[in-house]
């Protein structure tokens, strides 16, 4: 008989850059205030890469520091999944260059993309490559450099993104905690409420379409919200149902950082209480991929993950793509 394989989270590690910018700095360049910022985002201030940073960069640093966490050499990671939407480059794959950048010379590596739900997707991916027996240490990244999509002269858009990377450990385990299950959801036909139409084969970057500013982040962001609080709750709540667990035997909601109001309806629309929804979002804005593992990685480090927790994390993001995933906390300090 076949032993049963899980994946078990073994560690975690988080990146974001030195320079911040606060709402008063973005009251220097677009018509905006930061009591405007705050009352309809929750958020306070974001990270910014540098002009020699990339996302490969973010995301090599987060994987080092969890690979220390897990105790284990990056020689021995089977496969590296980065979530992102904005690569290095177009080829080779972001999750090659961490790779190349970490060592993790035996690994096989790919990006995944997903928009804001890609750490769900990347996710999914990695648990089953250990659920088969395929691969025994897979690291799983969610990174973004946002402010590189951003269009600084949109005050709605703007105030939202900030740039970081979070990574995880997953490892096959014989234990009966770790990685339950994920559940994905997806519908194209609203894809045009939240996108970056140009830079790709539809609208390539040109001369002539450069000044349009189609290489930027295109949201409609009253849809998006209706869309987002639909999509996550729906999708957690039949998560919680297929697995057999109540609303009250979470302990945590780890939901994407994308605005204070989204996740507050989220939380009272599901029922779960205040005190057990982390947010840090005032911090870091919207990070995309990269929001839910520096969430994790943050309250693990604030000492607010206990062993055995039972932690729901729910994202969503362009596509419309969203996901949602219940994992049992294992790190001990």
Same mark, same amino acid.
């Given at each position: 008989m076949n032993e049963k394989y899980i994946a078990q989270l073994t560690g975690i590690g988080s990146y974001v850059p030195e320079q911040v910018i606060t709402n008063h700095d973005l009251e220097k360049i677009v018509d905006t205030n930061d009591e405007w910022i705050q009352t309809r985002t929750g958020i306070q201030e974001r990270r910014k890469a540098s002009a020699t940073q990339s996302t490969s960069d973010?995301?090599?640093?987060?994987?080092?520091?969890?690979?220390?966490?897990?105790?284990?050499?990056?020689?021995?990671?089977?496969?590296?999944?980065?979530?992102? !939407?904005?690569?290095?480059?177009?080829?080779?794959?972001? /999750?090659? &260059?961490? *790779? %190349?950048?970490?060592?993790?010379?035996?690994?096989?590596?790919?990006?995944?993309?997903?928009?804001?739900?890609?750490?769900?997707?990347?996710?999914?991916?990695?648990?089953?490559?250990?659920?088969?027996?395929?691969?025994?240490?897979?690291?799983v990244i969610g990174a973004d450099i946002m402010t590189h999509i951003t269009n600084f002269a949109?005050?709605? !858009?703007?105030?939202?993104?900030?740039?970081?990377?979070? /990574?995880? &450990?997953? *490892? %096959?385990?014989?234990?009966?905690?770790?990685?339950?299950k994920t559940s994905l959801g997806s519908d194209g036909r609203y894809g045009n409420i939240l996108s970056v139409p140009g830079g790709g084969t539809r609208i390539p970057l040109t001369e002539e379409t450069l000044p349009l500013k189609k290489h930027y982040i295109?949201?409609?962001?009253?849809?998006?919200?209706?869309?987002?609080?639909?999509?996550?709750?729906s999708n957690a709540k039949e998560l919680l149902a297929d697995t057999g667990y109540g609303i009250e035997q979470v302990d945590w909601l780890i939901p994407h950082q994308a605005n204070k109001r989204i996740i507050d309806t989220l939380g009272k629309k599901m029922g779960i209480p205040k005190e057990k929804v982390f947010m840090n979002l005032q911090r870091y804005g919207n990070m995309s991929a990269a929001s839910i593992p520096v969430a994790l990685d943050e309250a693990y480090r604030s000492d607010l993950l206990k062993k055995d927790d039972l932690i729901l994390m729910v994202a969503f993001g362009g596509g419309l793509a969203w996901g949602s995933s219940l994992l049992k906390w294992t790190l001990e300090k």
């Open positions: 973010l995301s090599s640093n987060a994987a080092e520091i969890a690979l220390a966490e897990a105790g284990i050499s990056a020689e021995s990671v089977d496969a590296i999944i980065v979530a992102t !939407t904005t690569p290095d480059m177009n080829f080779p794959s972001t /999750a090659c &260059l961490v *790779q %190349k950048n970490i060592g993790a010379n035996r690994a096989f590596a790919y990006d995944v993309s997903a928009a804001c739900a890609g750490f769900m997707f990347a996710l999914s991916n990695a648990s089953l490559y250990i659920e088969n027996g395929m691969c025994e240490n897979v690291l949109d005050r709605n !858009t703007c105030v939202l993104f900030g740039d970081g990377a979070g /990574a995880i &450990l997953l *490892q %096959k385990s014989t234990k009966s905690t770790g990685l339950i295109d949201m409609n962001g009253s849809e998006v919200f209706k869309m987002a609080v639909r999509a996550m709750g």
